[in-house]
């Protein structure tokens, strides 16, 4: 056994040591910004997926809507053609309240009178969503047309 200061140690162990302090804390490095890439791409499938469920829910209110319009009685329609709207939706998305505004476009084709008419009608509903760190207005547009029988 050498007593030289030499970090050998009996005879066929082989070098005594062990990680020096700056390959630890290059491993702490890489591994922290493993960790912090992770977490960004988990932040943002969050917030797709948040984006989904409130697209979702705006197709299925315009989608009511259009059902709405299509079981009530054309006179009806017809003597007060979207005279609600614009109007406002409250729906809970993943615990909070959203509210979408749903607005209504109409074309009665012929203009006035006739005896078969037919109205193109377009649902917009608008609502607020983040989208790279910024609040934005989304829209879902939902056409349809309906007649007389």
Not at 46 to 51: A, E, G, I, V
Request: no cysteine.
């Amino acid at each position: 056994m050498r007593l030289n200061g030499n970090k050998e140690g009996p005879p066929g162990v082989g070098k005594i040591g062990g990680f020096t302090l700056i390959e630890v804390m290059v491993a702490l490095v890489v591994l922290a910004l493993g960790m912090l890439a992770s977490i960004i791409g988990i932040m943002a499938a969050l917030n797709h997926s948040m984006l989904n469920d409130l697209r979702a829910q705006a197709m299925e209110i315009a989608q009511e809507q259009v059902e709405w319009v299509e079981n009530e009685p054309f006179a009806t329609f017809d003597a007060n053609p979207g005279n609600s709207y614009p109007l406002t939706v409250t729906r809970k998305v993943r615990n909070q309240s959203v509210n979408y505004t749903v607005s209504l476009t109409h074309n009665r084709y012929p203009a006035t009178g006739g005896t078969h008419a037919i109205y193109r009608l377009t649902f917009v509903v608008y609502w607020n969503g983040r989208d790279d760190n910024q609040v934005r207005q989304f829209s879902y547009t939902l056409p349809t047309l309906v007649g007389q029988d």
